[in-house]
């Protein structure tokens, strides 16, 4: 599968962006789904994730309450709608897809979990 990563941008801290991860080449529905971001001369991290279903989230302790993952299977994409900006949410962020597993739960934040990556999109967030 394919992910194109979108929406990214540069916005004043308290401001929004809606990140767009769209899939071709497969069916979302397949795929748990997570969002990473890396900062410059940082790893990349964990930022989000939805299982395929779409019922069940998780999140980085340092986005809970500004940040919301969602899916739309229907349409083959993952968004990732942020708000609250802050300046340390600067980062390359990334869509990733892990295969439907039992084991998700305990590997959601993982980079291993994940067979597939978009190519990242920038978000650039000013003080």
């Known amino acids: 599968v394919q992910l194109q990563a979108s929406g990214g941008g540069l916005v004043q801290a308290g401001g929004s962006l809606r990140l767009s991860c769209a899939a071709s080449g497969g069916t979302l529905s397949n795929y748990n789904m997570g969002w990473f971001r890396q900062a410059p001369g940082k790893e990349r991290e964990f930022v989000a994730a939805?299982?395929?279903?779409?019922?069940?989230?998780y999140y980085l302790d340092s986005v809970k309450g500004r940040f919301t993952v969602s899916r739309d299977n229907a349409k083959n994409t993952v968004y990732l709608q942020m708000n609250s900006l802050k300046p340390e949410d600067t980062a390359g962020y990334y869509c990733a897809a892990a295969p439907r597993r039992s084991d998700y739960s305990g590997s959601y934040y993982y980079e291993g979990a994940y067979d597939y990556w978009g190519q990242g999109t920038q978000v650039t967030v000013s003080s």
């Open positions: 939805i299982r395929w279903s779409g019922i069940t989230t």
